[in-house]
């Protein structure tokens, strides 16, 4: 056919490109001002705290808004203290300002910034009972700028509906605990993310943790049927299988179910989680009916979502070994194993001996298909988990700050703290010291009162060449000498060490 002298127009394809934010896009799904409108891939990593998008901080500047040491008999100190106090009270209160620009905010980046900024005010400058003041008198304001974000209106970008929910869940934390009103408003919004399988899988993870914190932190026994913690748990279960409503779930997404499973598993009792056998389904312990999926986990490729499996069968291990156990009892491990709550001559014994099996395998896994890092850390990790399911010990983990530290030693506790660290960023060891909520959770002694040390105490404990500095230098030379000894035992004819 003749074409007259005019030459087809080839249409154009659409090609992706990654943003210098890490954001995959197309190159028509931006608007005026660059930000991103649809069809947008997060990355695994992404995060509300480390990136370049939005990086003005609306006028927050890091000086004199951190918590220092105080001297009480210093009167400059006490009063620089009082002034920094002051000056964090009105950061906060002009970071919470922003939130009323946000639904009239006409470009996605200075949304997506507005969150950030309100997220790193409500973290670090959010101190206290006055810091959780400030916020509840601008709560309203807050809680309608997110819900306007999540529920995609002015064309909001995944990672704008994605900070907002870490606002919302950062949020939690620092209102406290018995509110039951925060449960309530943001049951049905979080839901409705959670089960939109349209929606990106980060922003759908973001939304269930903040779910779970908002009922691990803010909700009591008074809620309804169906809007309490029971029902997220069972809607943690779904979504951990490997299809929900009818799709394939992100192992990024099954991962953090799994995490928030466990978060809300430790506000029930060891019964709830363990008791039970299968010939008695009424009083069949969760954590029971979820054994078969986390075995199925285990066998993943995605590495965390092995992770979260592993320590959600050592939280379900040890709640099966505390029932029927007075503190005494427990502290035995000879004969734990033979008391009420050990898996021997129940119905799943067989299963966690496969368990047992596949946690030692990823203890000493390795291979070409995994970094020096990963393999590192997957072998520390399923180490730790071995410790409990098969030799029955305690973990333990010690958390330091100044004034005080407090010592961990169940997987219940432990899972609580990785919890609230991934939710508060940088700013958990501030809310650790200043809200009561957090203190009450992990049983947090302040020592002295925060007395700093002078600088000749300083020198003598935390300088390079302290003897505390010295003596762990020591051990360490010591430790690789033992590693190479071994490395190099076979070179010996005699069988000594070198």
């Given at each position: 056919?003749?074409n007259?002298?005019?030459?087809?127009k080839?249409?154009?394809?659409?090609?992706?490109?990654?943003?210098?934010?890490?954001?995959i896009?197309?190159?028509d799904?931006t608007?005026?001002?660059?930000?991103?409108?649809?069809?947008?891939?997060?990355p695994?990593?992404?995060?509300?705290?480390a990136?370049?998008?939005?990086?003005?901080n609306?006028?927050?500047?890091?000086?004199?808004?951190?918590?220092?040491?105080?001297?009480?008999?210093?009167?400059?100190?006490?009063?620089?203290?009082?002034?920094?106090?002051?000056?964090?009270?009105?950061?906060l209160?002009?970071?919470?300002?922003?939130?009323?620009?946000?639904?009239?905010?006409?470009?996605?980046?200075?949304?997506?910034?507005?969150?950030?900024?309100?997220?790193?005010?409500i973290?670090?400058?959010?101190t206290?009972?006055?810091?959780?003041?400030?916020?509840?008198?601008?709560?309203?304001?807050?809680?309608?700028a997110?819900?306007?974000?999540?529920?995609?209106?002015?064309?909001?970008?995944?990672?704008?509906?994605?900070?907002?929910?870490?606002?919302?869940e950062?949020?939690?934390?620092?209102?406290?605990?018995?509110r039951?009103?925060?449960?309530?408003?943001?049951?049905?919004?979080?839901?409705k993310?959670?089960?939109?399988?349209?929606?990106?899988?980060q922003?759908?993870?973001?939304?269930?943790?903040?779910?779970?914190?908002?009922?691990?932190?803010?909700?009591?026994?008074?809620?309804?049927?169906?809007?309490?913690?029971?029902?997220?748990?069972?809607l943690?279960?779904?979504?951990?299988?490997?299809s929900?409503?009818?799709?394939t779930?992100?192992?990024?997404?099954?991962?953090?179910?799994?995490?928030?499973w466990?978060l809300?598993?430790?506000?029930?009792?060891?019964?709830?989680?363990?008791?039970?056998?299968s010939?008695?389904?009424?009083?069949?312990?969760?954590?029971?009916?979820?054994?078969?999926?986390?075995?199925?986990?285990?066998?993943?490729?995605d590495q965390?979502?092995?992770?979260?499996?592993?320590?959600?069968?050592?939280?379900?291990?040890?709640?099966?070994?505390n029932?029927?156990?007075?503190?005494?009892e427990?502290?035995?491990?000879?004969?734990?194993?033979?008391?009420?709550?050990?898996?021997?001559?129940?119905?799943?014994?067989v299963?966690?001996?496969?368990?047992?099996?596949?946690c030692?395998?990823?203890?000493?896994?390795?291979?070409?298909?995994?970094?020096?890092?990963?393999k590192?850390?997957?072998r520390?990790?399923?180490?730790?988990?071995?410790?409990?399911?098969?030799d029955?010990?305690?973990?333990?983990?010690?958390?330091?700050?100044?004034?005080g530290?407090?010592?961990?030693?169940?997987?219940?506790?432990?899972?609580?703290?990785?919890?609230?660290?991934?939710?508060?960023?940088?700013?958990?060891?501030i809310?650790?010291?200043t809200?009561?909520?957090?203190?009450?959770i992990?049983?947090?002694?302040?020592?002295?009162?925060?007395?700093?040390?002078?600088?000749?105490?300083?020198?003598?404990?935390m300088?390079?060449?302290?003897?505390?500095?010295?003596?762990?230098?020591?051990?360490?030379?010591?430790?690789?000498?033992?590693?190479?000894?071994?490395?190099?035992?076979?070179?010996?004819?005699?069988?000594?060490?070198?």
């Amino acid at each position: 056919m003749a074409n007259h002298g005019r030459e087809k127009k080839v249409k154009p394809q659409r090609r992706k490109k990654k943003n210098k934010d890490g954001i995959i896009t197309t190159q028509d799904n931006t608007d005026d001002d660059g930000g991103v409108l649809r069809d947008i891939e997060l990355p695994d990593d992404w995060t509300v705290a480390a990136t370049s998008v939005g990086s003005s901080n609306f006028g927050l500047d890091d000086d004199d808004l951190l918590l220092e040491d105080v001297d009480e008999n210093n009167v400059e100190e006490v009063n620089r203290s009082i002034e920094a106090a002051a000056a964090r009270a009105s950061k906060l209160a002009d970071a919470l300002s922003i939130a009323t620009t946000i639904t009239s905010e006409k470009r996605a980046t200075k949304r997506e910034g507005a969150y950030r900024a309100l997220f790193k005010s409500i973290t670090q400058y959010a101190t206290g009972n006055e810091g959780m003041e400030i916020l509840q008198s601008r709560w309203d304001i807050v809680l309608e700028a997110c819900l306007y974000t999540l529920q995609g209106k002015g064309n909001s970008t995944p990672a704008e509906q994605y900070a907002a929910c870490r606002v919302l869940e950062a949020s939690s934390v620092v209102l406290g605990e018995d509110r039951d009103d925060v449960a309530e408003n943001l049951n049905g919004p979080l839901k409705k993310i959670i089960n939109a399988t349209g929606r990106v899988a980060q922003v759908r993870s973001a939304a269930l943790r903040c779910l779970a914190m908002v009922h691990f932190i803010c909700g009591t026994n008074c809620l309804e049927e169906g809007e309490d913690a029971t029902a997220v748990l069972a809607l943690c279960e779904k979504v951990s299988a490997e299809s929900y409503r009818g799709e394939t779930v992100s192992p990024i997404l099954r991962a953090t179910a799994l995490d928030c499973w466990s978060l809300l598993s430790t506000t029930f009792s060891d019964a709830f989680i363990a008791a039970g056998d299968s010939d008695d389904d009424y009083n069949l312990g969760q954590g029971l009916q979820l054994l078969p999926l986390l075995a199925e986990c285990l066998e993943s490729t995605d590495q965390s979502l092995r992770r979260s499996a592993g320590e959600c069968v050592s939280m379900i291990h040890e709640c099966r070994l505390n029932l029927g156990m007075d503190e005494e009892e427990a502290a035995n491990r000879t004969e734990r194993a033979y008391r009420r709550g050990s898996w021997d001559g129940s119905e799943w014994e067989v299963l966690m001996d496969e368990v047992k099996q596949r946690c030692a395998e990823l203890s000493v896994e390795s291979g070409h298909h995994m970094s020096k890092k990963d393999k590192k850390e997957q072998r520390a990790t399923f180490r730790d988990f071995m410790s409990t399911i098969v030799d029955d010990e305690n973990p333990e983990e010690i958390v330091n700050w100044r004034g005080g530290k407090v010592t961990l030693n169940s997987w219940q506790e432990i899972i609580k703290l990785n919890f609230v660290r991934h939710c508060l960023q940088g700013g958990f060891q501030i809310q650790l010291m200043t809200n009561e909520t957090l203190q009450a959770i992990f049983g947090a002694v302040f020592d002295g009162s925060g007395m700093p040390l002078n600088q000749l105490e300083k020198r003598m404990y935390m300088s390079k060449t302290s003897e505390a500095a010295k003596a762990a230098d020591k051990a360490m030379t010591k430790q690789r000498r033992t590693r190479t000894n071994v490395k190099n035992h076979f070179l010996t004819a005699d069988g000594d060490d070198i």
